[in-house]
């Protein structure tokens, strides 16, 4: 599949409502960095979460306030080894995974 890019896909539509496992995008605006945040806690999912910024604030802001498994700053997931934690919350997974979680369950 090629790389896609949707914007103001609505919020409730199956695709920004479910999770989509696919090589795509949606673009929403924003009035402020804390409604952003807002959009991204009111999903039923938390698999990971991506901030692009130039300012160290705002990624730690989003990391204390995302309800996600994992926040990347300016980088996407394309990189992982065993002991590096990953996994999902809410309906995002089933928790951890690597090598800590595979021991611990």
Not at 12 to 36: K, N, Q
Not at 62 to 67: F, V
Request: charged share 20%.
């Amino acid at each position: 599949m090629e790389a896609t890019v949707i914007e103001n896909a609505p919020l409730a539509g199956e695709l920004c409502a479910d999770e989509a496992f696919a090589p795509i995008v949606t673009l929403h605006r924003y009035r402020d960095f804390d409604e952003a945040l807002a959009l991204v806690n009111d999903s039923r999912f938390g698999l990971q979460a991506g901030v692009f910024t130039r300012d160290l604030q705002l990624a730690m802001r989003a990391y204390t306030a995302l309800d996600v498994g994992g926040v990347m700053v300016n980088q996407v997931p394309t990189f992982r080894v065993e002991n590096m934690p990953y996994g999902g919350i809410k309906d995002s997974g089933f928790g951890g995974e690597g090598v800590r979680y595979a021991m611990e369950g």
